[in-house]
């Protein structure tokens, strides 16, 4: 099946500082969807984006297919912004998730 | 939009019991919803695909006789959990799959702490 990398595995930030998740994946995908999951579990999606680049508040992505990567942009980290952050690709009709990026913002 | 309902949040049972997981989907129809398990601090990994109006197809290594999975209605599909041992215990997320964007979105139910003693 499709092979997902996520890095880092863990990214330890202070308030206010930007940062960037990385996604690679191993074959061609029908979509990508970036998730972060909160401490209680839920999964929230954050983009859906097979390519381009798309922009929600203080996050961003960009997924360039033919290269077969995508990347997530955190800016002004805040203290809400913990969690895990997962990549997950759509190839046929399932979805395969990465490893996953834990994500720590400090005061 | 696209809310996907999952209950219990959490549930503790004995050895030997059979637990119930729900997953509704609340404003929109889902032919096909997906069952994911996750161990703590590791990745979501598929279980099955619960299609409606017929059997579940489930991945490799996961016993269809112990997760037992129906899906009777275009917004409910359920998973049991048959006989549960202490191994069992994990987080259970179900997901709902839609159109978006001309191609396939998902949404999450809020998953379901697991926990047989």
């Known amino acids: 099946g499709i092979q997902v990398e996520q890095s880092p595995p863990d990214l330890i930030l202070q308030e206010g500082a930007n940062s960037t998740l990385r996604c690679n994946f191993s074959?061609?995908?029908?979509?990508l969807q970036w998730f972060h999951q909160n401490p209680w579990g839920q999964l929230i999606n954050l983009f859906y984006i097979p390519s381009g680049t798309k922009q929600n508040g203080r996050l961003s992505a960009t997924t360039v297919a033919t290269e077969r990567y995508s990347l997530l942009y955190i800016s002004s980290s805040q203290t809400t912004d913990s969690g895990v952050y997962f990549c997950a690709v759509l190839n046929d009709y399932k979805l395969s998730f990465g490893a996953g990026t834990t994500v720590t913002v400090r005061a | 939009g696209a809310v996907v309902s999952q209950h219990p949040s959490w549930v503790i049972c004995k050895s030997g019991t059979s637990v119930k997981i729900e997953c509704r989907s609340l404003d929109f129809q889902a032919t096909t919803m997906f069952w994911y398990r996750q161990f703590p601090k590791q990745s979501l990994m598929l279980m099955a695909t619960s299609n409606e109006g017929s059997k579940a197809t489930y991945e490799q290594g996961v016993e269809k006789d112990k997760f037992l999975i129906n899906h009777a209605s275009l917004t409910l599909s359920t998973l049991t959990v048959t006989s549960a041992h202490p191994e069992d215990s994990s987080f259970y997320i179900c997901?709902?799959?839609?159109?978006?964007?001309?191609?396939?979105?998902?949404?999450f139910g809020s998953g379901t702490r697991l926990t047989v003693v």
């Open positions: 074959d061609s995908v029908n979509n």
């Open positions: 997901s709902a799959r839609r159109i978006v964007l001309a191609n396939y979105g998902y949404t």
